[in-house]
């Protein structure tokens, strides 16, 4: 039995006690336990690691997706669900099916695109005539009841009855019948979508993905020569993920969001009002992914070499940056949830990630720009260049800091190009 100690006690697999726990995470398949006598500990970086070797992996098969490749690992590691949306052929399933091939492959992954016209047998295998014939009206339980990760695609466009009879499973990884309730084995899901449908506060499948991201076709030209290249899904995965593992991490990672410093807390809390205060209202169960999300970036973002410590406040406030990918409701809250998280958590990475979007935003415009509007969007990248240097000062994004100033001083003269451009045609 593997586990973890953590103050003198241990988090453990509940099915693998034989006492109640004092505490329940993970959605109550992890224990809290005072008797360590039976522990086997597991060492949290070393399975940790093994999402950071997984990571490198899928960065060298899929170009110009690292951050959904880190949105997607974070989701997994801290037992949440994860929402991608773009244009068609952006690898979104090629993503979720390479994640899946670190599982092993087999029946620890299922993968499901939604229709108006599927059916609950889809999701979790069909009627047992032998149950049925006992008087219960249970499955043959496969699919969805059975993986460890799943990629439910285009999930919007199934029926509202099966969307809603998934957010159990999906939320709570167990399912309700009549006369039980059965625990089911997944750890994650992940949904690839083309399109938003219900993206507002009222939607409570919407809700239940915790981690949300757009991505968009890479317009840089390294990105696009590499990808011609790129192996993509033809690669064979060899990081291994133990779903035994994992669920103890989950376990950790939700202990652990109930112990951080005060000092994060209340800059939390701060950030958490000023979003109310400008009409954002991510709801409580958002808060808890963002606490157990600042926990999972700590742990994947802690520097190899070093001995784990937990009460490093630097590290947590750079790890506050994921909100940007959780607190936001409805898309249109998107740039002002990133900025209030970027001022207030005091996040060099947030500020990179900030003017890395603010430049794309500038870029997928500025083929329409005339001579007027190409000038003030020259001034903006001037002023954010500015800021950036001010802004971030640590020596390991230095090398970043200059590489995206050097694309942002490409890009005014690529809009000047396009007002020109756009100049002649006219004429």
């Given at each position: ?290 606490a157990r999300a600042v926990i999972a970036e700590y742990l994947m973002t802690w520097p190899d ?123």
């Amino acid at each position: 039995m593997k586990s973890i100690v953590v103050n003198g006690q241990i988090l453990a697999s509940v099915e693998s006690m034989n006492v109640e726990p004092v505490e329940f995470y993970a959605r109550r398949r992890i224990g809290l336990y005072t008797n360590t006598s039976a522990a086997q500990p597991a060492d949290v970086l070393s399975i940790v690691r093994k999402f950071s070797d997984l990571e490198t992996e899928l960065n060298n098969s899929l170009i110009g997706m690292d951050e959904a490749v880190h949105v997607a690992l974070l989701g997994l590691l801290s037992g949440d669900n994860v929402f991608l949306l773009s244009k068609p052929g952006a690898a979104k399933s090629t993503l979720a099916g390479l994640i899946g091939d670190a599982f092993g492959g087999g029946n620890k992954f299922f993968k499901k695109n939604f229709t108006p016209d599927m059916s609950m047998s889809d999701l979790y295998g069909p009627l047992s005539v032998e149950k049925i014939n006992q008087g219960l009206y249970e499955r043959e339980w496969a699919g969805l009841a059975t993986c460890s990760y799943a990629l439910l695609d285009e999930f919007y466009k199934g029926s509202s009855t099966i969307q809603n009879n998934c957010l159990e499973i999906i939320e709570e990884h167990t399912i309700s019948l009549a006369h039980r309730r059965i625990n089911v084995p997944l750890l994650g899901v992940i949904s690839a979508s083309n399109e938003l449908v219900n993206a507002n506060a009222n939607s409570a499948t919407w809700d239940r993905f915790g981690y949300r991201l757009e991505l968009d076709y890479s317009e840089d030209e390294t990105d696009i020569f590499e990808m011609f290249k790129a192996k993509g899904g033809h690669v064979n995965i060899t990081a291994c993920l133990d779903p035994e593992e994992i669920l103890l991490i989950q376990g950790f990672i939700d202990y652990m969001s109930k112990q951080m410093p005060d000092d994060i807390y209340r800059t939390m809390a701060a950030v958490t009002k000023k979003l109310l205060d400008n009409g954002i209202r991510p709801s409580p169960r958002r808060r808890e992914v963002w606490a157990r999300a600042v926990i999972a970036e700590y742990l994947m973002t802690w520097p190899d070499g070093r001995t784990l410590d937990l009460t490093d406040i630097d590290q947590y406030n750079e790890s506050l940056s994921v909100g940007s990918n959780i607190l936001w409701v409805e898309p249109e809250q998107r740039q002002a949830v990133s900025e209030i998280v970027t001022l207030s958590s005091k996040s060099e990475k947030a500020v990179i990630r900030k003017f890395k979007a603010d430049m794309e935003s500038i870029r997928n415009a500025s083929a329409k720009y005339d001579l007027s509007k190409a000038a003030k969007a020259y001034g903006m990248i001037e002023k954010a260049m500015e800021e950036l240097k001010n802004s971030v000062s640590s020596p390991k994004y230095a090398k970043t800091v200059e590489e995206e100033i050097l694309k942002a001083k490409a890009l005014q003269g690529e809009i000047y190009s396009n007002a020109a451009k756009n100049m002649k045609k006219e004429q």
